[in-house]
Antibody, heavy 121, light 110 residues
Framework: QVQLQESGPGLVRPSETLSLTCTVS????????WSWIRQPAGKGLEWIGR???????HYNPSLNGRITLSVDRSTNQFSLKLTSVTAADTAVYYC????????????????WGQGTTVTVS | QSALTQPPSVSGSPGQSVTISCTGT?????????VSWYQQPPGTAPKVIIY???NRPSGVPDRFSGSKSGNTASLTISGLQAEDEADYYC??????????FGGGTKLTVL
């Protein structure tokens, strides 16, 4: 079965760049969209952005151009970089598959990683 | 982009039904049938329970149902069970090819 695993530093200094990687196992990263979603402690979910295996991206405009997503087909991974972080970026960061128009579950985030906590301090 | 509007909390007794609303605009919920719902028990990752307004993934009980009218989508849970206690989030695509979540609703089973 398809599994996603986030990895990266748990602590980032203010004004620096947060970098996370999501490793996809059990299936190819090709022909799917892949997203990042975050959740501050005790708060709701926020969609960060998504990337297609060809590199097409869509970003949350409220993050003011601080996001860059990339994909590496050779390692079956996709990554997030968030620049100029502040305490407001402290959250659990999830990677997820989707949304896309095909598959058994369409236009939804159908598979999620377990999440990784990132603290900006 | 603004979050979709959900009630902060709902509650019900075992066996009863509850409905959670999710209100957006004509630029998101009202313009697309790409509304999904997620269940998140404490300390776990979200899990999709409804996609494209009213479809259930394999393995999700038919006690969970979704609908939409205008700019408002709804999730109904019938025959409430203790295991349904969790946070629930709606999500929709938008006119800008982005995705927006609701603020979340905490369901308490009394």
């Amino acid at each position: 079965q398809v599994q996603l695993q986030e990895s990266g530093p748990g602590l980032v200094r203010p004004s620096e760049t947060l970098s996370l990687t999501c490793t996809v196992s059990g299936d190819s990263i090709i022909t799917y969209y892949w997203s990042w979603i975050r959740q501050p402690a005790g708060k709701g979910l926020e969609w960060i952005g998504r990337i297609y295996d060809t590199g097409i991206t869509h970003y949350n405009p409220s993050l003011n151009g601080r996001i860059t997503l990339s994909v590496d087909r050779s390692t079956n991974q996709f990554s997030l970089k968030l620049t100029s972080v502040t305490a407001a970026d402290t959250a659990v960061y999830y990677c997820a598959r989707g949304p896309h128009y095909y598959g058994s579950v369409t236009w939804a985030f159908d598979i999620w990683g377990q999440g990784t906590t990132v603290t900006v301090s | 982009q603004s979050a979709l509007t959900q009630p902060p909390s709902v509650s019900g007794s075992p066996g009863q039904s509850v409905t959670i609303s999710c209100t957006g605009t004509s630029s998101d919920v009202g313009n697309y049938n790409r509304v999904s719902w997620y269940q998140q028990p404490p300390g776990t990752a979200p899990k999709v329970i409804i996609y494209e307004v009213s479809n259930r993934p394999s393995g999700v009980p038919d006690r969970f149902s979704g609908s939409k009218s205008g700019n408002t989508a709804s999730l109904t849970i019938s025959g409430l069970q203790a295991e349904d206690e969790a946070d629930y989030y709606c999500c929709s695509s938008t006119d800008r090819a982005t995705w927006v979540f609701g603020g979340g609703t905490k369901l308490t089973v009394l």
